[in-house]
C-alpha cells in the first residue's frame, strides 16, 4: 500500500527543486555583465518511480511518479566556438603587433613627404646640377654642403630613430613573455582548485569561466592547443567534470613542436606543473631563443602577438643570419649608404678642388670606424668649413666653367651601384640607382604595413563573428531569463498547492474522521 504521506515528500521536491533554479535564474541574472561568465541551467530529472522491483515490494498497479529532482548546474558553453576564437584572437595578437611595428616604422620613415629622404635626396641632386652650372659659384658650394649634412643628418636620424623604436619593441617581448608567465601560472592554480572540487561530484562552474578567460588572453599572446584531461580517479565525477586543461604550444600551422612543448602539463594522475617562459638574446641583443621549462626553441614558427614583436625586434635563425623587420629595414639603410658614399667618394677624389692643381684626397662624405654606416655617416668638416674644397673640377686649378667631376656627381642620381660602391656589401641586394633602390625598400615597407592592417583587419571581423556566436550560446539574455523566472516561480507556485491540498487531505483523516470507542 502507499504510504497516504508519499504525496508530501513529491510536492517537497518540486519546491525545493523549483527555488534551486530559481536561485540559478537569480544568479544568471546578477551576473548578466560578468566578463567571462556563462549562463547556468538546471538540469531536471525525474526521480525514480514507486516501487521499486524486490520479494516485499506492495502491490499495486503500477509505479508511481515521485517527483522531480535537480541533476546538475550546467554552464552552457560551445567548446568549438571557444577555439575558433582562440584562433582568431591569435592572429588578432599577431597581425597586431606586426602591423603595429611597421607602422611605426613608416612614421620614422616618413615618406613621401617633403622632409624625408628620398625628398632631402632631390634637394642634394639638384643642388649638385645648379653647381655644374657655376662651378666657380661660392653659394652654389655652400649649397651642396649643407644639403649633403641634410642627407646625413637624415640617414642619421632614421638609423637612430629605428633603434630606438627597436628597443621599445624588445622590452614588450619581455613584458609579453613575463605576462605569459602569469596567464600560465593562474591557469595552474585554477586546475589545483578545479582538481580539489570535481572528485566529490561538483562542478565548479566560476572556476571553469575564469579559467577559460585566462585562455582566451594567452590564445593572443601565443598559439595554444586546449586538452581536457580527466584523472583516472575521479570516479563517478567524470560524467559531470569539465577536468583540467593541459596546455599545448602548437606550431603556426596548427601541429605540436617535436618533442611537444606543454606550458600548462596534466596527465591521468593530475597536475605535472607549468613550463615558464624565458627568452634569451646574443650579443647584439637578438633574439636567439626562447627556452620553456627545460626546452629551448630556436624556430619561431609559432603565432600570437609574442611572434609577432619578435619577427618585428629581429632574431637569430638556425644557420646565423639575422631576421625580423627592423633588422632588415636597418641592414638595408646600412648597405644603401654605404655603397652610396663609396661611390660619391670615390668620384669625388678624382676632381679637382676650386684653385687646387692636385685631385682632391678629401672624402666629401665620411663614416665612423666601427659603426653602421647609416648611423655615422657626416659630411667632411673641411668642406663644411671651405666649400671651394669640393672637388667639381675634371682639370688642374678647377679652370673657369670646369664642371666634369660635378656633371659625374650629378649623374649618380640615375646610375647602377657599381661593384666598387657595394664592395663589402650585398651586391646581389643593391641593384639599381640610389633613388630606385630606396623607392623599392619604401615600397615594400608600404606593402608589408598594408599587409598586416589587411590581415589584422580580417582577423578582428572574424573573431567579432565568432565571438558574437560564442555570446549569443554562452551569454545571459535578461528576456530569457525574466521568461525562465516565470516558469519557476509558477512551479514552485504549484508545489506549494500541491503540498496545502496533501495537508488538507491529511487533516480530514487524521481529524475529521470521528472517534472509535463511543
Request: hydrophobic share 35%.
Amino acid at each position: 500500500m502507499i504510504s497516504s504521506f508519499m504525496g508530501l515528500e513529491t510536492a517537497k521536491r518540486g519546491l525545493s527543486t523549483s527555488q534551486g533554479a530559481l536561485y540559478t535564474t537569480g544568479n544568471n541574472v546578477a551576473n548578466a555583465n560578468t566578463l567571462g561568465y556563462s549562463r547556468q541551467r538546471v538540469n531536471l530529472v525525474q526521480t525514480s518511480g514507486f516501487p521499486t522491483v524486490g520479494l516485499n515490494s506492495p502491490r499495486v498497479a503500477g509505479q508511481i511518479g515521485t517527483g522531480v529532482a535537480a541533476e546538475t548546474v550546467q554552464r552552457i558553453r560551445d567548446s568549438f566556438l571557444d577555439a575558433q576564437y582562440r584562433t582568431q584572437s591569435n592572429k588578432i595578437g599577431y597581425y597586431g603587433a606586426m602591423s603595429e611595428s611597421l607602422t611605426k616604422m613608416e612614421g620614422v620613415m616618413n615618406e613621401p613627404t617633403d622632409s624625408g629622404l628620398a625628398a632631402t635626396m632631390e634637394k642634394f641632386w639638384n643642388s649638385l646640377q645648379g653647381l655644374t652650372a657655376n662651378a666657380e659659384n661660392s653659394g652654389a658650394r655652400e649649397v651642396v654642403a649643407s644639403t649633403g649634412v641634410m642627407v646625413a643628418d637624415t640617414l642619421n636620424y632614421y638609423y637612430n630613430s629605428l633603434t630606438n623604436v627597436q628597443t621599445d619593441i624588445g622590452n614588450q617581448i619581455n613584458v609579453k613573455a613575463n605576462e605569459i608567465n602569469t596567464l600560465i601560472s593562474s591557469i595552474d592554480q585554477l586546475n589545483q582548485q578545479i582538481s580539489k572540487v570535481e572528485p566529490h561530484g561538483y562542478i565548479p562552474n566560476d572556476l571553469y569561466d575564469k579559467r577559460d578567460v585566462l585562455v582566451d588572453n594567452l590564445s593572443q599572446l601565443v598559439s595554444i592547443k586546449v586538452n581536457n584531461v580527466i584523472p583516472a580517479d575521479y570516479g563517478r565525477a567524470s560524467d559531470v567534470a569539465t577536468g583540467l586543461y593541459n596546455i599545448e604550444l602548437m606550431q603556426e600551422d596548427g601541429s605540436s613542436f617535436v618533442p611537444p612543448i606543454n606550458l600548462v602539463s596534466v596527465n591521468q594522475t593530475g597536475m605535472v606543473g607549468t613550463s615558464k617562459v624565458e627568452v634569451s638574446h646574443d650579443k647584439t641583443g637578438m633574439v636567439d631563443g626562447l627556452k620553456f621549462g627545460s626546452k629551448t626553441l630556436t624556430d619561431y614558427n609559432f603565432s600570437g602577438e609574442l611572434s609577432g614583436l619578435i619577427n618585428s625586434f629581429g632574431y637569430k635563425k638556425a644557420d646565423g643570419t639575422i631576421g625580423g623587420a627592423y633588422p632588415d629595414m636597418l641592414k638595408k639603410l646600412d648597405n644603401m649608404t654605404a655603397a652610396f658614399v663609396n661611390e660619391f667618394n670615390a668620384i669625388h677624389k678624382q676632381g679637382y678642388a676650386l684653385g687646387d692643381d692636385n685631385t682632391s684626397t678629401l672624402n666629401f662624405f665620411e663614416l665612423e670606424p666601427g659603426k653602421s654606416a647609416a648611423q655615422s655617416i657626416k659630411v667632411n668638416g673641411e668642406i663644411i668649413k671651405d666649400p671651394t674644397k669640393i672637388a667639381a673640377g675634371g682639370k688642374s686649378g678647377g679652370a673657369s666653367g670646369d664642371n666634369e667631376n660635378a656633371k659625374l656627381l650629378a649623374d649618380l642620381k640615375k646610375k647602377a651601384f657599381s661593384e666598387y660602391s657595394t664592395k663589402g656589401q650585398n651586391s646581389d641586394e643593391l641593384t639599381g640607382s640610389f633613388d630606385t633602390y630606396y623607392s623599392g625598400i619604401i615600397g615594400k615597407l608600404g606593402v608589408d604595413s598594408q599587409s598586416a592592417q589587411k590581415n589584422l583587419s580580417n582577423s578582428v571581423v572574424l573573431a567579432a563573428s565568432v565571438n558574437q556566436n560564442r555570446e549569443s550560446v554562452s551569454s545571459v539574455s535578461l528576456d530569457e531569463e525574466m521568461t525562465d523566472m516565470i516558469k519557476f516561480q509558477q512551479a514552485y507556485n504549484a508545489s506549494a498547492r500541491m503540498m496545502t491540498m496533501m495537508d488538507e487531505m491529511l487533516d480530514k483523516i487524521i481529524n475529521g474522521m470521528g472517534t472509535v470507542g463511543r
